[in-house]
């Protein structure tokens, strides 16, 4: 039983120097840089709405993150508002919704 034992350790270190040369045989391909870049930025959100960001997220499929994200990208793309009228070079992300509540924003604002 103590040569089967022995043969199986010789085995395994056989195989982990191997694999070692594998791993020295690798080449490191670095990813394609990002076309956009980006940062981590932490935000606080309210323990109540937390549930409520993640049902929204869950019916849409994606991650909690990234709603955040297109949420906070489309409002700053809304901001892009100059004087009475959208700047409809805005990005593509921006929905419509958010758009139409823009215009109606600035409908009433007008009318005042």
């Known amino acids: 039983m103590n040569s089967r034992h ?3 350790a010789t ?3 056989e ?5 070692r040369a594998n791993d020295d045989d690798a080449v490191y391909v670095r990813p394609r840089e990002p076309k956009d870049p ?16 993640r049902d929204i ?3 849409q499929g994606i991650a909690p ?8 990208i489309e409002r700053l793309d809304a901001e892009e508002v100059r004087g ?3 700047d409809f070079t805005v990005d593509t992300r921006t929905s419509v919704a958010r758009v139409d509540a823009e215009l109606a924003a600035m409908l009433r ?3 005042e």
């Open 84 to 86: 009475d009228r959208l």
């Open 38 to 53: 980006a940062q981590v930025y932490t935000v606080r959100i309210p323990v109540a709405q937390i549930a409520r960001l």
């Open 65 to 72: 993150s990234t709603l955040m994200r297109n949420w906070v």
């Open 11 to 13: 085995a395994a270190d």
């Open 109 to 111: 604002r007008s009318a």
């Open 6 to 8: 022995d043969e199986m």
């Open 15 to 19: 195989i982990e120097v191997n694999e």
């Open 57 to 59: 997220a869950n019916r």
